[in-house]
């Protein structure tokens, strides 16, 4: 495969883009496809359909949430094992070779060429489409506000986790704040900030990547993916969700 | 012109890709063209020849620095009249109808449209590109400390700048403090921190964008440009400032 159709292949796919709310969503994790030339990194079928290789629902929710907030999505078009694009390059888990307790035999001994390829392949074009996106909002005096949507798995390490709803913050906590705020006055959602991870985990790289830069408000959204599963389920988290939002950035714009 | 041929042309420059030193050079001013389809905005030519079109010396600077230094240099296609590269699309000084006495014919009254086609064709590629070479150093492994290169003119609205070297930080004032004690220490420029200008003034948004997101040491650099006005003075300037980066890395490296 020529870098020429890699770059083609796995550039972000963006929905809604003329979309006017001024949330910008991104879904990182949003794929299990695990595409030629890496294939499934030697990986059952039940581990490519597992949290291990994608947030299972978050692409759901995120254009379930799309369509009650009238807001564009950027999303990514290849499973997070091939490269985690909420990582950087110079991070090992970026393209981990070992996840929870799964094993990735493709991610194992990987030289400095390979991570090269595929950071090229899938990190850059993700980025730079994403960064093309705010930059034509900015150029165009769009307020933007950047919220990433993720899921995460009810039992991790054998530990089952009680909360449903987690918001993460990096350097500008003030929209992952109000959000905590109005879900815990308009929902009966188990929700927490910072959790189940936080930005000490180093899971807040898009965050860090495209807002702090130009000062845009931002945010992560965790959802237990067990509360995702089903169209159904899609739905009425989107329907709690949506108000949510909506409630946060009213609460920044008086505050 | 079509988008893609504007595309095409306006991407960053790249000299010494595989240079094996930690620093990365950028110097976002480095050029007072002024390519179709805007042309030369309705200046004259003294002034697309002056400082308020380019920072005159600063590419060749860092031409002599790039070669003492091992470094990698990303530098400009257009002159900062047409897009200033060192800012967001969200900034009205980013296509600035006027700079210090001189009014930009050519930036006046805008369209969003207008600006967004700047952008896209301007910003967007130099910014890319720049961040294209930051990924393939961290995917490889290499060391990487950006530092922009700058030159500022000695007379600004009628009063003399005494500063012939200024050295300017963002949040992270690490390798700005090293390479001030440095300059002091080596060399009889008269050296200060976050002179003529400072972060507050917006100027640092190439190393808010680029660096600070991957936890890179970073500088920009400003030169008084009468100082790098011939060849001659460049190589000067260059065998002074090259040693006093070198400590600084050192001085980083030991802290």
């Not at 290789?53 to 978050?58: E, L, M, R």
């Amino acid at each position: 495969m020529s870098l020429q159709s890699t770059q083609t292949d796995f550039v972000a796919r963006v929905e809604n883009r003329d979309a006017a709310g001024a949330i910008l969503l991104v879904c990182e994790h949003a794929s299990n496809a695990f595409p030629a030339p890496w294939g499934c990194l030697g990986l059952t079928d039940t581990q490519t359909r597992a949290h291990v290789a994608w947030d299972p629902g978050a692409l759901d929710l995120s254009r379930a949430l799309a369509t009650r907030l009238d807001a564009a999505l950027v999303h990514a078009p290849a499973s997070r094992l091939i490269y985690d694009l909420n990582r950087g390059p110079d991070r090992a888990d970026a393209m981990a070779a070992r996840s929870e307790v799964h094993d990735i035999p493709g991610n194992k001994g990987l030289t400095a060429q390979d991570r090269l390829h595929r950071a090229e392949a899938l990190y850059l074009p993700f980025h730079t489409g994403l960064h093309a996106e705010i930059v034509r909002r900015l150029a165009l005096g769009q307020a933007t506000v950047l919220v990433t949507v993720h899921s995460f798995t009810p039992v991790y390490h054998g530990q089952p986790r009680a909360v449903e709803f987690g918001v993460i913050h990096d350097a500008d906590a003030r929209l992952a704040w109000a959000i905590v705020a109005a879900a815990q006055a308009m929902t009966g959602l188990a929700c927490a900030l910072n959790e189940p991870y936080s930005a000490a985990d180093g899971v807040t790289h898009t965050l860090r990547l495209q807002a702090t830069p130009y000062g845009l408000a931002n945010a992560m959204l965790e959802i237990r993916n067990d509360l995702i599963a089903t169209p159904q389920q899609v739905e009425v988290m989107a329907s709690q969700l949506a108000p949510v939002l909506q409630k946060a950035l009213a609460t920044m714009a008086e505050g």
